[in-house]
């Protein structure tokens, strides 16, 4: 195994050790799995962020649109049709990709500021679309009924399965990184012109890697329809979306853990944040703070090199002039 591709895998076994450390803790709470559940989809939208604006340098702003995509489409074939939630999952994963890929042919060619203007748009007409569906979405009452994984019903199961999922991601998602098809998006990234002179086809490239970004958010979705039962018109919105990419942005969209954390810490801290225009206040507040002090996010910031930096334009202290005759 690569020494890079190692040091890669190395957080993976320590958010392991973590997750094994903290399950006997909370075991016996039934809120607190049911918010580990929550952490671990919303851990799933930030990494498919971070893939695609921290890998791709693609902003998108409908992460929870893709998720919604995902999330309607297992509740429509498992309540409407009676179709295993295997087959939602199938569907959850192909969906998102296939409205991505697409939209990101057209939409990649943009400056960041049209780009991510274009995908939230897809977020509005998703949700507008999910309104008038009537019979097929529930339009504004939604879909409830959405029957739990048999494979995982009860809290502590979609615990470990949840949590399991992302694992699993993020160690596909670090082969990615590192394989040759990682190493071109970086290039089409920062240097099109030289990724196009060697063969790659930057347009269809960043498309793929979107739309892998796009299934990651669809399998959010998934485990969120199957773990509320219930899909209604607010559920996945463009406010999500935002809240998503803060996570990614705060935490360190181009680094592995940095989506994970993100999402840990802004999904526990509206537990103890008593309106939703205080959490507004709230996370802007942190925003702005990490933007300032860490631009890169908090993973994504090498701390020791900031400090000694810091540390450098600091006067220096004067010190007093050594006067004749003094010892």
Known sequence: MPAVLRSRLAPIGLLVVIIAAMTPLIAGSAFWLDNSVLVAIFSLLAL??????????????APAAFGAIGAFATSIVTTRYG??????????????AVVAYPM???????SPLPLSIATLLLSLVLELAIREGKGLTGGYIGISGIPPLWFADSVFAMHVLSWGLVVVVLFLYANLTDSAVGRAVKTARHDPLRATADGVNVPALLASYFAISASVSGLAGWLYAHHLTYMGPDSLTMHVSIKVVLMAVIGGASTLLGPVLGAAFLTLLTLYL???ETQGMIFGGVLIFVLLVAPN???????????ARRSDKQPMAVRPAATEGTA
């Open 297 to 307: 996010g908090v993973l994504g910031t090498d701390w020791g090199k900031l400090i």
């Open 83 to 96: 179709l295993s939630p295997l087959v939602g999952l199938a569907l959850a994963l192909l969906l998102p």
């Open 274 to 276: 008593p309106a939703a």
């Open 48 to 61: 498919s962020v971070g893939m695609a604006y921290g890998q791709a340098g693609i902003l998108s702003m």
């Open 104 to 110: 990101a042919r057209a939409i990649t060619r943009l």
